[in-house]
């Protein structure tokens, strides 16, 4: 299994980035997809996740700036990032979750996001 993240970068505040992560090794359709960050200090948090459905979930602090998005054909998830804040500076990661697997749960390598002030 993999998840190969990509698209992290340096931008100004209030600036844009599209994260993407690309899946393989897995059943994609099924499963669960969510991006997670951690910035230095700070536990990993949930930014946003996107089940089978296409039914989404956001973090409070990114509601309205960010949007999920997946692709089940070509197994990719998505995360557009608007109006970025210092605040979200953190390495992003891109998960996989499905209850019905064993282990189920997988992550990418993280890809870094630095918002300048």
């Known amino acids: 299994v993999q998840l190969q993240a990509s698209g992290g970068g340096l931008v100004q505040a209030g600036g844009s980035l599209r994260l993407s992560c690309a899946a393989s090794g897995i059943i994609f359709s099924v499963y669960t997809m969510g991006w997670y960050r951690q910035a230095p200090g700070k536990q990993r948090e949930l930014v946003a996740s996107?089940?089978?459905?296409?039914?989404?979930n956001y973090a409070d602090s990114v509601k309205g700036r960010f949007t999920i998005s997946r692709d089940n054909a070509k197994k990719t998830v998505n995360l557009q990032m608007n109006s970025l804040k210092p605040e979200d500076t953190a390495v992003y990661y891109c998960?996989?979750?499905?209850?019905?697997?064993?282990?189920?749960?997988?992550w990418g390598q993280g890809t870094l996001v630095t918002v300048s002030s």
């Open positions: 998960n996989a979750f499905w209850s019905a697997s064993t282990p189920g749960d997988y």
């Open positions: 996107i089940i089978r459905t296409g039914s989404t």
